[in-house]
């Protein structure tokens, strides 16, 4: 009786434990999906609310949600709220930061800098070609943020970058000469060594202490900013803006690499779509804004100068000459080798 009792009771067993696999089998296909699962998500920008990229972010983030039917929600931390942009890069390897519209760091690897290379181009007639999805710059940086657990879903531009100064610029042509102007510039070598090149004397001061110096006379001007951010962050102690197109500033949209394989395929062909979008539209925007924003310095009482095509190909030329093959130790000679041939 006993053992009739037992063999009763492990049968009772093994139909629940059968009943279970299957019902966790049937859950994997008719159950919740990677497509359907609720997700809240963090993006992390650099830029304060009135800026081109920051309006973008908002945008993307309200059509994600709208395209997921609200299962993805992304809330935004601009204006360095989350960290600047070099801890902001680790957290997102890190998976404690989702996302990022950011400036990619160079602390983790210098290559990264080669996103910022001076006169890669010099106006916006090619730039579509040189940072698009197909392009070297792409796939090699890509490449580079795949080591570090990101993924990079795609650029957006801000506009050509130019020279912000209290001092006028008497000389600027004369390449290689002196230009008595202490210029601020990044702690980077690819925007420290080709204003070095120009002629300037360079100082490095941190970001966040820039309008005190030029206040000061600290520095005589900076470098590394295009016409939106010399506007919104200096406009009242610059009384010069040079247009020298030296680099092209973008911006990246980054994603935690472990979090984009999880994606689902549905949701993975959502935010390659809405990211195309975003990317294209900045790069289409970005010409105009830099023209505005330079007409707003000018309503400002800023004097800007803008260079023709040939001096902009003059001053391309001497940097990538003599500029180029300094960056090779810190970027990679193979690297720049790409990148050369690119601007033939």
């Not at 999906?33 to 997700?39: D, I, M």
């Not at 993307?60 to 993805?72: A, D, L, N």
Request: glycine residues 6%; charged residues 25%.
């Amino acid at each position: 009786m006993k053992k009739n009792v037992m063999k009763i009771a492990l049968l009772a067993v093994s139909l629940v434990v059968l009943a279970a696999c299957n019902s966790k089998a049937e859950g994997s296909d008719n159950g919740i999906s990677a497509s359907e699962k609720t997700q809240t998500l963090r993006i992390a920008g650099v830029y304060p609310d009135d800026h081109p990229s920051t309006q973008a972010l908002y945008t993307f983030v309200e059509q994600v949600k709208e395209k997921s039917e609200g299962r993805i929600e992304i809330k935004v931390y601009p204006a360095n709220q989350l960290g600047d942009y070099t801890t902001v890069y680790e957290e997102i390897g890190r998976g404690t930061i989702d996302m990022g519209l950011i400036t990619l760091p160079s602390t983790l690897d210098n290559r990264l800098e080669m996103l910022f290379v001076p006169y890669l181009s010099e106006s916006y007639e090619n730039i579509t070609d040189r940072y698009n999805t197909e392009s070297y710059v792409f796939s090699k940086i890509q490449e580079i943020n795949n080591e570090h657990n990101v993924q990079l879903l795609g650029f957006h531009a801000n506009g050509f970058g130019g020279v912000g100064t209290t001092k006028e610029i008497e000389n600027f042509m004369e390449l290689g000469e002196d230009k008595d102007l202490l210029l601020r510039v990044a702690p980077i070598d690819a925007f420290r060594l080709p204003m070095a090149d120009i002629g300037f004397r360079t100082v490095t001061i941190p970001y966040a202490d820039l309008y005190t110096a030029l206040q000061t006379g600290s520095a005589d001007g900076w470098s590394g900013g295009e016409p939106a951010l010399n506007y919104l962050g200096f406009r009242d102690v610059i009384k010069y803006y040079y247009q020298t197109n030296d680099f092209f500033n973008t911006d990246s949209l980054l994603m935690n690499k472990g979090l984009y394989d999880e994606l689902s395929e549905k949701d993975l062909e959502m935010f390659k779509e809405l990211t195309e979008e975003l990317v294209l539209k900045s790069f289409a925007n970005a010409e105009e804004h830099d023209q505005d924003y330079r007409d707003k310095m000018v309503e400002e009482g800023i004097n800007v100068v803008e260079f023709s095509n040939a001096e902009l190909s003059e001053i391309g030329k001497h940097v990538r000459a003599t500029t180029w093959p300094k960056l090779e130790k810190r970027i990679g000679k193979d690297i720049i080798d790409e990148l050369m041939k690119t601007t033939e």
